[in-house]
């Protein structure tokens, strides 16, 4: 079983910010495989397709970014996640807006999101889609991820929603993140 979580804050103050990328990519994922999110016990919304016969869980924690790790920990408990077939996709402020870097373990970098994940996992090796959205030149990097990215901006994410999704769906396909990593980054 895999479980594939999108990072990002819950309700529609929130919606389509650069903080909830994450959330986009799994929303994305989630429409081509015809699913649809239902509230868990968990503190997260969870869907769930089968894929090439395996399990696969869709997750959008309903924690708030910062403590995304209270839903996340549980969930892999209750459905007996391995951390290797964790794949987690955020925001990622230090690659330029549109970059997708795919990791295969590693520090928090900074993220909340992903600090709460690995106190609440305990295990750092677990996969993560990142993508770029840029730092903040003249505003608060807070202002920053919970805005909206402008008519700009907009094209360059569209292209790496399509490049996440593809990667992630590379990986469903073959297992292979390594080879994943290696096409997309």
Request: a positive charge; hydrophobic letters at 45%.
């Amino acid at each position: 079983m895999k479980m594939i979580v999108g990072l990002g804050n819950i309700g529609s103050k929130y919606a389509q910010t650069r903080h909830n990328v994450g959330f986009m990519i799994v929303d994305e994922i989630a429409a081509k495989l015809g699913v649809d999110f239902k509230a868990s016990k968990f503190e997260a919304e969870v869907a769930s397709a089968f894929v090439n016969g395996e399990k696969v869980l869709l997750v959008k924690p309903s924690t708030y970014m910062n403590d995304s790790g209270r839903a996340v920990g549980p969930l892999m408990t209750y459905y007996q996640v391995d951390p290797a077939d964790l794949l987690v996709v955020h925001d990622d402020l230090d690659l330029p807006l549109g970059k997708v870097r795919l990791k295969q373990k590693g520090s928090a970098g900074g993220h909340n999101g992903i600090k709460s994940i690995l106190s609440h996992v305990g295990d750092p090796k677990f996969k993560r889609v990142k993508v770029g959205i840029d730092h903040p030149n003249k505003m608060s990097v807070v202002d920053y991820v919970l805005g909206k990215f402008t008519p700009a901006q907009q094209p360059l994410f569209n292209d790496a929603k399509i490049t996440a999704v593809a990667a992630i769906e590379a990986w469903l396909a073959n297992d292979d993140f390594a080879a994943v990593m290696n096409q997309y980054n």
